[in-house]
């Protein structure tokens, strides 16, 4: 059986204020242009459809316009909820849509059946898990000590009771511990939603949805996220964007394979003076209209200098300078190894720095209770 595995369309998002939706329309017509080359059995979308729970009129229209041209080429298509989607807006009308081979994920009740497709070596079960922290598993197994997201994903594919006889493909969206994360992702503090890869131990793949970066989990093809389709932040410049085929023959038989994406326009960073980037023998043949991030090295400050790159460069997203001034000016960096510390610690050490002295025990109370309340959604 032949899948397409896709996540992370974020579609409607912007980046440096600028908008990527004629750039989402032109590669979702190449993923279109794949599927047509592939003729899969299924089409697998593993979260964050949108760039916002409540998304645009004209990204709605835009997944519209995808999913009927999907369902004309009478490829089955499994979509889920992502963290930046809301559940209950994707799954409007999804018992409807169902009829046409176009399945999405329910809102989470506790119980997920599995829609099968049927091959030459027998069915495949495919499960559709969406987004989930632990208050959403919580309140369906009151029975069970649920405190990590791990403890969360474990019971709900507990639940689930695939059969261990059979092909069984999950399409998740959960930050696998191990994962290499990107700038244009959510980081969640102290590492809290880490999901222990042994929770997928039954699946014979499981498609993975929000990291965006193509990344294989644990050394294994078996748990795999497929990355965006497009690059979302320039800490993706280096990425080689693609779509990922997966081919599931007899059982315990799996063969992973890409297919890159060439974007509309490219995002890549460029360095130097500005009589060098300015000099046309430098960008001349070049794509100038991809977006860029430019780092001039000029010691003295260029006026207007953004309007006239644009000149130049028209899609100059991001301008910085690296010279002698900017190196030796003080500069209040981001918060630094964020995954390992707990939110009471980076509020404490924001907080302390705001106020030259640190949060009286009363006060780190207070903040820890209403973390705790924000955190299990109670406000």
């Not at 994903?153 to 191990?178: C, I, K, S, W």
Request: overall charge negative.
């Amino acid at each position: 059986m032949k899948l397409i595995h896709l996540s992370d369309l974020h579609l409607g998002k912007r980046v440096n204020e600028f908008s990527m939706l004629e750039d989402q329309a032109y590669i979702l017509g190449e993923i279109l242009a794949v599927v047509d080359a592939e003729a899969p059995d299924a089409v697998l979308i593993a979260g964050d459809v949108y760039d916002k729970s409540v998304p645009s009129a004209e990204a709605v229209s835009l997944f519209d316009s995808f999913l009927w041209s999907l369902s004309r080429r009478k490829s089955q298509v499994f979509v889920i909820a992502g963290n930046h989607d809301s559940q209950e807006r994707l799954a409007f009308g999804s018992r409807l849509m169902a009829e046409s081979g176009v399945h999405f994920s329910p809102v989470y009740t506790g119980k997920i059946a599995p829609v099968t497709l049927t091959d030459a070596f027998g069915p495949v079960n495919l499960y559709l898990l969406p987004f989930l922290k632990p208050a959403n598993v919580r309140r369906f197994c009151p029975e069970e000590e649920i405190g990590s997201y791990t403890d969360a994903l474990r019971a709900a594919v507990r639940m689930m009771e695939p059969d261990p006889d059979v092909r069984n493909v999950l399409v998740t969206h959960q930050f696998v511990t191990g994962a290499e994360r990107s700038e244009s992702e959510e980081i969640s503090v102290g590492g809290a939603d880490n999901v222990d890869a042994s929770v997928f131990d039954a699946f014979d793949y499981v498609a993975l949805g929000h990291i965006h970066g193509p990344q294989n989990i644990g050394g294994s093809e078996r748990i795999r996220y497929c990355g965006t389709p497009l690059k979302y932040s320039f800490s993706e410049a280096c990425h080689e964007k693609s779509v990922t085929v997966v081919n599931l023959a007899e059982k315990g038989s799996l063969e992973i394979r890409t297919v890159p994406l060439i974007p509309r326009h490219d995002m890549r960073e460029l360095r130097g003076s500005y009589m060098e980037l300015t000099s046309r023998s430098n960008y001349e043949g070049t794509a100038v209209d991809d977006y860029l991030h430019i780092t001039l090295t000029d010691e003295e400050d260029i006026p207007n200098v953004i309007g006239k790159l644009r000149v130049i460069y028209p899609n100059l997203m991001k301008l910085d300078y690296d010279n002698t001034r900017t190196r030796a000016g003080g500069v209040i960096g981001a918060a630094e190894d964020v995954e390992h510390k707990t939110p009471l610690e980076l509020f404490g050490e924001f907080y302390e720095k705001q106020n030259g002295q640190p949060l009286s025990e009363e006060q780190a109370a207070f903040s820890a209770q209403l973390m705790e309340k924000i955190w299990e959604g109670d406000t």
